[in-house]
């Protein structure tokens, strides 16, 4: 009988293959100490590891330079950095000189009290430096206990889906897309390094799916989705077949990429739609392009200071965003300003622990209560409009202030580029991302303060309905549909409209047949997705009337039950789209 585990999507795409369990953990050491003439020979096993650890470290990293960028590269810095912090190196020392500890019990008493003094200064499951901390626990004792490195991948075998506790980038890395075909783990969120990897090499992915590497075993067939976020284990004939139509499903899409990249976003009816991607990072700009978008309509620039020991400089930033812009000279790319808290922050933040880190210090009140980094990078993005449309975009707006000091700190930085004669485009637009309640109830105010709204369905949905996105726990209970979440979209739709600025859905709604649909439906022209996801939402775009969409809009305002809204949306494009191969994206039911 099979498994079925539903966890959070973190990389798009259907895999099946046998499973190969991952042992990557902290290996078990034994207690060991050792007479007084073993001391100078510890310390040096120790070091050895520890330039061995290096030496292997440098060559990930110059490899995950040459197949996926230096941005991605960078991301080894911090590990490389930490066998030298004098934190590791001279407690772990400490420990074999004067309690003559044998060096793997030295260094893993040390690295278990960092992990927790900085577990009681942060939330230790956000914290990108203590996965650091553990992935160099597990890389230097397995050294010098002459275990197996975990990370050789060699016994493998082609077409495996990898399953573990927890991966990371180092070990993302060593995967060719050939032979590993997924990738699934019971903890991780979307956001982590190692994440972001596996959408770089286009490996599918699911995160949080919480018991699997207790529930898998190695040799056991599995089907993994990375779209909805689900492993299948030991699927029986109804799966395979499920799981097959959506695969050929997606592979005709394949195969017509080239032909609907080409093509106008149009409704059937004639109603342009901006279709734009989001991104993580500026390598996926190439892809974005090529699988049809129309600029960017999701920047993300946490990849710029997450993992970091330090704040990256306005050159780096500048260059980052100038490629992106410059690889859509006809077209608008907006990029979000620093997202951090919640479950990202770097390393150089003394970030404060907190018992609801969604609810509390993120997104622009880090921002500006940081202000030598937020200005670092507003002066960067100022710098790249000179290059392109870039347009600014704030997040977790919910007050009129908020926007007016960042216009006071952008005035700034204007002045002080223009005295020093580098060029930017004073045409530049300022947006905010709507993702709360109170940014939707007040939207008519903030828009007498901004250029554009952009809603930010993943987090408009959390914070109404009061579930934690990242719970997989909770996950049936997040729902896009929910009259509540309708009402807000409607609502925010009328205001920009009556305001004349544009709005546009980022969040991960748009990349839902039914959700784009009911975005025509209310006058939402501009919908940005994943890019994998562009042709196929463009190929809804194409087949569905707006007329229709209106009605089924109208229709689901008037909804008083999710299953309301859904058999609305579900009635109006009926006819004109095939949504069974879409009917497990929300977890829902669909009517028939």
């Given at each position: 009988?099979?498994?079925?585990?539903?966890?959070s999507p973190a990389s798009e795409g259907i895999a099946s293959g046998r499973v190969f369990l991952v042992d990557w953990g902290v290996p078990t050491v034994p207690h060991e100490t050792v007479p007084a003439d073993r001391v100078e020979a510890e310390l040096a096993r120790f070091d050895a590891a520890r330039a061995w650890a290096a030496q292997r470290l440098r060559e990930l990293q110059a490899t995950t330079e040459e197949r996926l960028g230096s941005v991605e590269a960078r991301i080894f810095e911090p590990q490389v950095l930490m066998l030298d912090d004098q934190e590791v190196v001279e407690g772990t020392r400490r420990y074999i000189t004067e309690n003559h500890l044998a060096a793997p019990r030295a260094f893993e008493w040390r690295m278990l009290e960092l992990q927790a003094m900085w577990s009681r200064t942060a939330q230790p499951m956000v914290l990108d430096r203590l996965n650091d901390l553990e992935d160099l626990m597990i890389r230097v004792l397995n050294r010098m206990l002459d275990r197996p490195d975990p990370s050789d991948l060699a016994r493998a075998d082609g077409g495996a889906i990898l399953v573990a506790r927890n991966l990371s980038p180092s070990l993302m890395v060593h995967l060719d897309p050939e032979h590993v075909l997924g990738v699934a783990t019971d903890q991780g969120t979307r956001t982590a390094h190692w994440a972001i990897?596996?959408?770089?090499?286009?490996?599918?992915?699911?995160?949080?799916?919480?018991?699997?590497?207790?529930?898998?075993?190695t040799g056991m067939e599995a089907i993994l989705d990375g779209r909805v976020g689900r492993i299948v284990l030991e699927p029986d004939a109804s799966d395979h077949a499920v799981y097959q139509s959506r695969r050929r499903q997606i592979e005709r899409w394949a195969d017509e990429i080239v032909v609907i990249a080409e093509q106008e976003s149009v409704t059937s009816d004639g109603q342009p739609v901006s279709l734009?991607?989001?991104?993580?990072?500026?390598?996926?700009?190439?892809?974005?392009?090529?699988?049809?978008?129309?600029?960017?309509?999701?920047?993300?620039?946490?990849?710029?200071?997450?993992?970091?020991n330090s704040m990256p400089s306005e050159e780096e930033q500048y260059e980052s965003y100038r490629k992106v812009v410059e690889a859509f000279p006809d077209d608008a790319v907006y990029v979000r300003t620093f997202d951090l808290g919640g479950d990202k922050f770097?390393?150089?933040?003394?970030?404060?622990?907190?018992?609801?880190?969604?609810?509390?210090?993120?997104a622009i009140r880090v921002c500006l209560d940081e202000p030598e980094l937020f200005r670092t990078q507003l002066r960067a993005l100022l710098r790249a409009t000179a290059h392109g449309d870039l347009r600014i975009m704030l997040p977790l707006i919910n007050d009129v202030d908020e926007v007016r000091r960042v216009r006071d700190m952008l005035e700034v930085e204007e002045d002080?580029?223009?005295?020093?004669?580098?060029?930017?485009?004073?045409?530049?637009?300022?947006?905010?991302?709507?993702?709360?309640?109170?940014?939707a109830l007040e939207a008519a105010e903030l828009a007498r303060h901004s250029d554009f709204f952009s809603i930010g369905t993943n987090d408009l949905v959390q914070y109404t309905l009061a579930v934690?996105?990242?719970?997989?726990?909770?996950?049936?209970?997040?729902?896009?549909?929910?009259?509540?979440?309708?009402?807000?979209?409607?609502?925010?739709?009328?205001?920009?409209?009556?305001?004349?600025?544009?709005?546009?859905?980022?969040?991960?709604?748009?990349?839902?047949?039914?959700?784009?649909?009911?975005?025509?439906?209310?006058?939402i022209m501009a919908l940005s997705v994943a890019w994998?996801?562009?042709?196929?939402?463009?190929?809804?775009?194409r087949d569905v009337r707006v007329e229709d969409a209106r009605t089924a809009a109208r229709?689901?305002?008037a909804a008083s039950t999710t299953e309301e809204v859904v058999k609305c949306l579900v009635d109006g494009m009926s006819g004109s789209v095939d949504l069974k191969v879409f009917s497990g994206r929300w977890r829902l039911s669909l009517p028939g």
């Amino acid at each position: 009988m099979s498994v079925v585990l539903d966890g959070s999507p973190a990389s798009e795409g259907i895999a099946s293959g046998r499973v190969f369990l991952v042992d990557w953990g902290v290996p078990t050491v034994p207690h060991e100490t050792v007479p007084a003439d073993r001391v100078e020979a510890e310390l040096a096993r120790f070091d050895a590891a520890r330039a061995w650890a290096a030496q292997r470290l440098r060559e990930l990293q110059a490899t995950t330079e040459e197949r996926l960028g230096s941005v991605e590269a960078r991301i080894f810095e911090p590990q490389v950095l930490m066998l030298d912090d004098q934190e590791v190196v001279e407690g772990t020392r400490r420990y074999i000189t004067e309690n003559h500890l044998a060096a793997p019990r030295a260094f893993e008493w040390r690295m278990l009290e960092l992990q927790a003094m900085w577990s009681r200064t942060a939330q230790p499951m956000v914290l990108d430096r203590l996965n650091d901390l553990e992935d160099l626990m597990i890389r230097v004792l397995n050294r010098m206990l002459d275990r197996p490195d975990p990370s050789d991948l060699a016994r493998a075998d082609g077409g495996a889906i990898l399953v573990a506790r927890n991966l990371s980038p180092s070990l993302m890395v060593h995967l060719d897309p050939e032979h590993v075909l997924g990738v699934a783990t019971d903890q991780g969120t979307r956001t982590a390094h190692w994440a972001i990897l596996a959408r770089s090499l286009e490996i599918p992915a699911v995160v949080g799916l919480g018991t699997v590497s207790r529930n898998a075993h190695t040799g056991m067939e599995a089907i993994l989705d990375g779209r909805v976020g689900r492993i299948v284990l030991e699927p029986d004939a109804s799966d395979h077949a499920v799981y097959q139509s959506r695969r050929r499903q997606i592979e005709r899409w394949a195969d017509e990429i080239v032909v609907i990249a080409e093509q106008e976003s149009v409704t059937s009816d004639g109603q342009p739609v901006s279709l734009r991607a989001n991104l993580d990072l500026p390598i996926e700009a190439d892809a974005a392009r090529r699988h049809g978008a129309q600029g960017v309509g999701l920047f993300r620039t946490e990849f710029l200071v997450v993992g970091r020991n330090s704040m990256p400089s306005e050159e780096e930033q500048y260059e980052s965003y100038r490629k992106v812009v410059e690889a859509f000279p006809d077209d608008a790319v907006y990029v979000r300003t620093f997202d951090l808290g919640g479950d990202k922050f770097p390393m150089f933040l003394h970030m404060p622990r907190e018992e609801n880190p969604f609810l509390g210090w993120r997104a622009i009140r880090v921002c500006l209560d940081e202000p030598e980094l937020f200005r670092t990078q507003l002066r960067a993005l100022l710098r790249a409009t000179a290059h392109g449309d870039l347009r600014i975009m704030l997040p977790l707006i919910n007050d009129v202030d908020e926007v007016r000091r960042v216009r006071d700190m952008l005035e700034v930085e204007e002045d002080l580029l223009s005295s020093e004669g580098i060029p930017y485009n004073r045409g530049y637009k300022l947006g905010i991302m709507i993702e709360t309640p109170a940014a939707a109830l007040e939207a008519a105010e903030l828009a007498r303060h901004s250029d554009f709204f952009s809603i930010g369905t993943n987090d408009l949905v959390q914070y109404t309905l009061a579930v934690d996105r990242t719970n997989t726990r909770l996950a049936h209970l997040y729902n896009p549909f929910h009259p509540a979440i309708v009402r807000q979209l409607h609502q925010v739709s009328r205001v920009s409209r009556a305001a004349g600025i544009e709005v546009s859905v980022c969040g991960e709604m748009a990349a839902d047949p039914l959700g784009a649909f009911l975005m025509l439906g209310l006058d939402i022209m501009a919908l940005s997705v994943a890019w994998p996801s562009l042709p196929e939402i463009k190929r809804v775009i194409r087949d569905v009337r707006v007329e229709d969409a209106r009605t089924a809009a109208r229709q689901a305002l008037a909804a008083s039950t999710t299953e309301e809204v859904v058999k609305c949306l579900v009635d109006g494009m009926s006819g004109s789209v095939d949504l069974k191969v879409f009917s497990g994206r929300w977890r829902l039911s669909l009517p028939g």
